[in-house]
T-cell receptor, first 113, second 114 residues
């Protein structure tokens, strides 16, 4: 079974802090993704990566950056956390583009106060 | 903007009945279709993938795809209270330059009444 592990289940940060969300997958997947999920808005893609050191903006990249230095690890960075970034953050990976499903981590519930 | 539409529900069915969840999508070129189940406070988990027209069965779950009508559905037979969750439809579409985009619907909340 694919395992996608997110480093924290719950996180509380203060406005203006730099926040790192870590994600590791153990199945040698090429593709990794970061989503946020908010009530009524569904899943929204922040950033994705199809290869090491490669990144592409999703639908809502503003206020976020990412890092993929190793194939198995994809980090989401909130440069200066704001209250409107309070959300559930979901990391996912997939084997190939196009016909492979996403496998999600357990999620990180981030609260910015 | 590519769209995946689902009725938000809630859809309430009695225990033992068939639950029918529907999804329509806008891109005729879509090739891959997925259903995810998401319990409250948890992450989505994959329950079905379907790639060609027709039905695909897995236990109590049946996915149905009709590309001509741009419609994909999920049937849950003998519904159980443990099936109560939000069901997300996801559709993969080619977005050009060798890239694919997975678009999620906002989900249908299913409630199975004992």
């Amino acid at each position: 079974d694919v395992k996608v592990t997110q480093s924290s289940r719950y996180l509380v940060k203060r406005t203006g802090e730099k926040v790192f969300l870590e994600c590791v997958q153990d199945m040698d997947h090429e593709n990794m993704f970061w989503y946020r999920q908010d009530p009524g808005l569904g899943l929204r893609l922040i950033y994705f990566s199809y290869d090491v050191k490669m990144k592409e903006k999703g639908d809502i990249p503003e206020g976020y950056s990412v890092s993929r230095e190793k194939k198995e690890r994809f980090s989401l960075i909130l440069e200066s956390a704001s209250t409107n970034q309070t959300s559930m953050y979901l990391c996912a990976s997939s084997l190939t583009q196009g016909d492979s499903p996403l496998h999600f981590g357990n999620g990180t519930r981030l609260t910015v106060t | 903007q590519k769209e995946v539409e689902q009725n938000s529900g809630p859809l309430s069915v009695p225990e033992g009945a068939i639950a029918s969840l529907n999804c329509t999508y806008s891109d005729r070129g879509s090739q891959s279709f997925f259903w995810y189940r998401q319990y409250s406070g948890k992450s989505p988990e994959l329950i079905m993938s379907i790639y060609s027209n027709g039905d695909k069965e897995d236990g109590r779950f049946t996915a149905q795809l009709n590309k001509a009508s741009q419609y994909v559905s999920l049937l849950i037979r003998d519904s159980q209270p443990s099936d109560s969750a939000t069901y997300l439809c996801a559709v993969t579409e080619y977005s050009g330059a060798g890239s694919y985009q997975l678009t999620f619907g906002k989900g249908t909340k299913l409630s199975v009444i004992p």
